[in-house]
């Protein structure tokens, strides 16, 4: 007997006009929005996991590591990048007492 694919969901949301006007030219919405939302779910922030803000613990991983990695443009895209500095062997590791 052949292996059942998974059932699909259905997921909804809502759209404005100009959103919804501009999905109406893509000849296939769902294939579109499927691997819209894909892209950005590889996008978004691995530290923050995409909302844009640290928690207490994080914040004190991100300012162990930023002490002595500075922030940089890249010549050929420039876009911002972790710079590294030190060779292997180093630790970034925060004390995790409370302050």
Do not use: Y
Not at 26 to 41: D, K, M, Q, T, Y
Not at 43 to 54: A, E, H, M
């Amino acid at each position: 007997m052949p292996a059942s694919r998974p059932k699909e969901t259905v997921v909804t949301f809502k759209a404005d006009p100009s959103l919804l006007a501009a999905l109406r030219s893509v000849p296939n919405r769902s294939e579109f929005i499927r691997g819209a939302i894909l892209a950005a779910l590889g996008s978004f922030c691995p530290l923050c996991g995409g909302t844009g803000v640290l928690t207490p613990n994080q914040r004190r991983h991100w300012e162990a590591m930023a002490a002595c990695h500075p922030l940089q443009e890249c010549h050929d895209c420039h876009e911002v990048h972790i710079v590294c500095e030190h060779g292997e062997g180093h630790n970034h590791q925060p004390s995790h007492k409370r302050r």
